[in-house]
């Protein structure tokens, strides 16, 4: 049977509850446990997959194919562990699946309610994660404590806390310890009046993590056991990293956050191995060169729409323990003309998107990559936008375009999955999560793969267009990757280039710090190559 350890929020959002809990995940994998982790989430869409970056940040896709919350992609990352359709579940998605049990006469005339219909809808999701693999169910709560949606979520966490016995359940909430610099001084009451909020429901913490922008003294550290509630020693700080999110797993561990754990639990293993954390600490500590990357998209002014891209470059930067500078352009800005903005940048990553907006300032940056050998790495909409770019400006296929942006181009060489004639029985229009992909011998891809077949992630709905391919292969544009059975386009290299590799799936998702994805760390590869070649860095020592 699983034990649980239920993660909640206070006083404000944007804590990085996300990363806490990955972070703590990754200690307890260290130490041999097996866990899944899971994310609630209180608003009342059904899934993520029709929000908009501006309000929700990138929509992650798991290899099942569920499009869901961000956080999903930092507990990969920090653990490893595969997340899937049952690792994300919104209020939304609950609501819906009781209403339709209703409509179909399950409750047999009985009232439904949110106690215990809901709240039991939400617990039988959390025990969904129960089989006999799992050692602890992690399950990060959304939003803030305090949320009137997310209530009915901390009573269901409550009731698993009863009924499955307080030995086996464990209560952390991350909360924020304000530094007033007017007053010169910290503020616990915040923390106490969501702790006391908390209570109210029945939920007393059993580990209290502060973040913080100053050191916690003894004296406030004493304050929080006493009016929170919790053990001085479980009195846990978290203050802002300075290089690297990837330093909060040491950080926790540190404080003995696993060792606290495991106690509560009963459970006996062997320390946690934390070197491949420290080598990428290091890593990140002492670069020996900067790599600066030009991201064009059209989402340029948000911290999270690119979350997963700009971790994937992170690992390859960290693999060739580079500094990542990363420049932000607005795809916008280039069709304005605006000078400039592609001067400094050792290489040029398009990233997905949808829609038309920006589209031409993205094709006119792959020009500039193409013809002046900046690496180019294309990704999904940036592949597409790649095929776009080599039509036009060397098959000489004036005005082609997808159809997503032009449906009357008369070179549509991107166009819907349901128009190609192959690919007729190859299931829904959208292609979702993970599909193979034969690569191609001789290719840049299939070299930094270091196999002949993979698997990558998709979320998207339109392709390559088959009809094409003939004429852009005659033009020098090489067919890298494709289905096993030939059926679809999946990447796209031009071999005489340095590196200029466009994929249509979403390497990203799958990247990890110790773990580069061979595609991020080629590219950062040839990027930091670039640079030496181009400003040759001063000598060590
Ligand atoms: N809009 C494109 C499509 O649907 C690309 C999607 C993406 O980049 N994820 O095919």
């Not at 399950?139 to 806390?161: M, N, P, Q």
């Not at 992909?437 to 992630?457: Q, W």
Request: proline share 5%; with cysteine.
């Amino acid at each position: 049977m699983a034990k649980y350890l239920f993660i909640t929020g206070g006083v404000v959002s944007s804590l990085g509850k996300g990363i806490t809990a990955a972070a703590i995940g990754s200690l307890l994998t260290s130490r041999g446990l097996r866990i899944k982790i899971l994310k609630l989430d209180p608003y009342l869409n059904v899934d993520p997959g029709t929000m908009s970056p501006y309000q929700h940040g990138e929509v992650y896709v798991t290899d099942d194919g569920a499009e869901t919350d961000l956080d999903l992609g930092h507990y990969e990352r920090f653990t490893g562990i595969p997340s899937s359709k049952k690792s994300n579940v919104t209020a939304g998605r609950i609501y819906w699946d009781v209403l339709k049990k209703e409509r179909r006469g399950d409750y047999l005339g009985g009232t439904v309610q949110m106690i215990p219909h809901i709240s039991n809808e939400i617990k039988s999701r959390v025990r969904a994660l129960d089989d006999e693999d799992v050692d602890i169910i992690l399950c990060e709560i959304g939003g803030t404590v305090g949320d009137i949606e997310g209530s009915i979520f901390l009573e269901a966490i409550r009731e698993i806390g009863l009924e499955e016995g307080r030995e086996n359940v464990m209560y952390i909430h991350l909360t924020y310890v304000p530094y007033i610099a007017a007053a010169g001084e910290v503020k616990t009451k915040p923390s106490q009046q969501s702790v006391a909020k908390l209570r109210e429901i029945g939920i007393m913490p059993d580990i209290l993590i502060c973040r913080a922008e100053v050191p916690l003294t003894m004296e406030v550290r004493k304050k929080l056991s006493l009016f929170c509630n919790v053990p001085l020693g479980n009195v846990i700080e978290e203050c802002d990293v300075k290089h690297s999110i990837y330093e909060v797993p040491l950080v926790l561990s540190d404080q003995g956050i696993d060792e606290l754990l495991l106690v509560h639990y009963r459970i006996a293993k062997p320390q946690a191995d934390l070197a491949p954390w420290r080598k990428v600490i290091n890593a990140i500590r002492n670069p020996i060169g900067e790599v600066t990357i030009g991201v064009v998209g059209k989402y340029q002014e948000l911290q999270d729409a690119y979350k997963s891209i700009f971790e994937a470059l992170d690992h390859g930067c960290i693999a060739h323990k580079r500094k990542l500078v990363l420049k932000k352009i607005a795809s916008e800005d280039i069709e304005r003309g605006v000078e400039g903005l592609l001067d400094d940048v050792d290489g040029i990553l398009i990233p997905g998107g949808f829609g038309n907006r920006g589209i031409e300032g993205k094709i006119e940056a792959i020009r500039h990559a193409r013809e002046t050998g900046i690496p180019f790495f294309g990704i999904c909409m940036g592949l597409q936008c790649a095929v776009i770019e080599y039509a036009r400006n060397v098959c000489g296929l004036a005005g082609a375009n997808s159809k997503e942006i032009d449906p009357d181009t008369d070179h549509p060489v991107v166009c819907l999955m349901e128009d190609q004639k192959e690919v007729k029985d190859l299931g829904a229009s959208m292609r979702l999560g993970s599909w193979d992909c034969k690569l191609t011998e001789g290719t840049h891809s299939r070299e930094h793969y270091g196999a002949p077949m993979i698997k990558e992630r998709h979320r998207h709905r339109y392709e390559f267009n088959n009809d094409y391919r003939e004429t852009v292969q005659k033009n020098g544009l090489t067919i890298a990757g494709t289905t096993p059975g030939g059926e679809l386009v999946e990447i796209v290299e031009i071999q005489e280039h340095p590196w200029f590799v466009g994929v249509q799936f979403h390497p990203e998702f799958k990247s990890q710090p110790f773990n580069p994805h061979p595609l991020f760390k080629g590219f950062i590869g040839a990027a930091a190559e670039k640079r030496e070649r181009t400003s040759p860095a001063p000598a060590e020592g």
